[in-house]
């Protein structure tokens, strides 16, 4: 990958960590990964193409997720690269698969893949998510 400024590894592993953490407490229904990880002013588009703007606007969002799943979806997640734009902005890009998600009839859905994008801040000194963008590959994409 080519970046558009050479990457602090430690920034990289910070970032790596971040997504990491974040898809592991959300998969045992942790809401405060948000407060943690996602800067008050985040915005985050879902797959159904929904634009969500703020923090406890995402929150409430995905707590709406897992109760409809009743917290059977779990999702697994790898990271391909992360670019960083500037030393304070970089884009993190990976995969992510869904599996014990339920249609709205509570009937099984088959695995659900896709691909996410965060782009992430550093705000005195510390990287936050401020831009969460998820999307679904359709079969032949």
Same mark, same amino acid.
């Given at each position: ?17 971040m997504a990491d953490q974040a ?19 985040? %915005?985050?588009?879902?797959? =159904?193409?929904?634009? !969500?703007? #703020? $923090?406890? /606007?995402?929150?409430?969002?995905? &707590?709406e997720l897992i109760k409809s ?33 339920? %249609?709205?009839?509570?009937? =099984?859905?088959?695995? !659900?893949? #896709? $691909?996410? /994008?965060?782009?992430?801040?550093? &705000? ?18």
């Amino acid at each position: 990958m080519n970046y558009a400024v050479i990457p602090d590894q430690g920034d990289e592993q910070i970032l790596r960590g971040m997504a990491d953490q974040a898809l592991s407490r959300l998969n045992k229904g942790d809401l405060t990964v948000f407060d943690d990880f996602w800067a008050e002013d985040a %915005d985050y588009v879902s797959v =159904g193409g929904k634009l !969500i703007g #703020g $923090r406890e /606007l995402i929150k409430e969002f995905f &707590r709406e997720l897992i109760k409809s799943s009743d917290g059977q979806a779990q999702q697994s997640s790898s990271t391909e690269w992360i670019r960083f734009l500037t030393p304070e902005l970089a884009i993190i890009e990976g995969l992510w698969t869904v599996t014990g998600a339920r %249609d709205a009839a509570g009937n =099984g859905l088959p695995p !659900i893949k #896709g $691909r996410g /994008l965060e782009v992430a801040q550093k &705000r005195d000194g510390r990287w936050w998510f401020v831009a969460t963008r998820e999307m679904v590959i359709f079969k032949g994409g």
